[in-house]
């Protein structure tokens, strides 16, 4: 099974609606990070999180928020989705200070119509 | 603020051929360095890294240096193959504060038989 995982793969959704995107993880790492992908623009980083009490936003946060449910999952929401936000959205974890790598999900692409 | 900036693309190459993507930072401090490759369909997944200046990270017949005197991190290999075709993103990360990745724009990467 893969260590990072994401739900849902592929979402197509219209302007207004709510959506909400899951990240699990089986890797026991405290930090979560929420990051979107645009063509041409690399990774946008929009929460992260260094434990389920430390939330913090990132540069591009406006029109998202995150819930930090377990160690394990960490969910970034739209509330009221808009066509910009259509992108490919990565969820990945770190175990720093051990490495300082971060782990991917497979991603969730996402349409707003 | 932090910055990466990497070779646009697309890059086709023939197979067997040598490879070079360009990958210049600008940072605070000492950054780590990364090279990440998101094949098709799939999340980003680190290829190498270098933590210090000099430092070479080396995976899979790639190789980049750490080079603090120009501020770069070029990637290379060899004799590249089918297989390697991808998109390759440049990253630094800080090491205080939030820990968290900048990437590049990515360079997409075709290999042709």
């Known amino acids: 099974d893969a260590d990072v995982t994401q739900t849902p793969r592929n979402r197509i959704t219209k302007t207004g609606k709510r959506i909400m995107l899951e990240c699990s993880q089986t890797?026991?790492?405290?930090?979560m990070y929420w990051y979107r992908q645009d063509p041409g623009l690399g990774l946008q980083l929009i929460y992260y999180?260094?434990?389920?009490?430390?939330?913090n936003k990132g540069e591009i946060s406006d029109g998202y928020s995150v819930s930090r449910q377990a160690q394990a999952k960490f969910s970034l929401s739209l509330e009221s989705a808009i066509p910009n936000q259509t992108a490919l959205y990565f969820c990945a974890t770190s175990d720093f200070p051990r490495t300082n790598e971060q782990f991917f999900g497979p991603g969730t692409r996402l349409t707003v119509l | 603020g932090d910055s990466v900036t990497q070779m646009e693309g697309p890059v086709t190459l023939s197979e067997e051929a040598f490879l070079t993507i360009n990958c210049t930072y600008t940072a605070t401090g000492y950054p780590s360095l990364f090279w990440y490759v998101q094949y098709p369909g799939e999340g980003l997944q680190l290829l190498l890294k270098a933590t210090k200046a000099d430092d070479k990270g080396s995976n899979k017949g790639f190789e980049a240096t750490y080079r603090k005197e120009t501020t770069s991190f070029h990637l290379e290999k060899g004799s590249v193959q089918v297989s390697d075709s991808a998109v390759y993103f440049c990253?630094?990360?800080?090491?205080?504060?939030?820990?968290?990745?900048?990437f590049g724009t990515g360079t997409r990467l075709t290999i042709i038989p």
């Open positions: 999180s260094f434990d389920v009490k430390d939330i």
């Open positions: 890797k026991g790492h405290d930090r």
């Open positions: 990253a630094l990360r800080t090491n205080f504060g939030n820990e968290k990745l900048t």
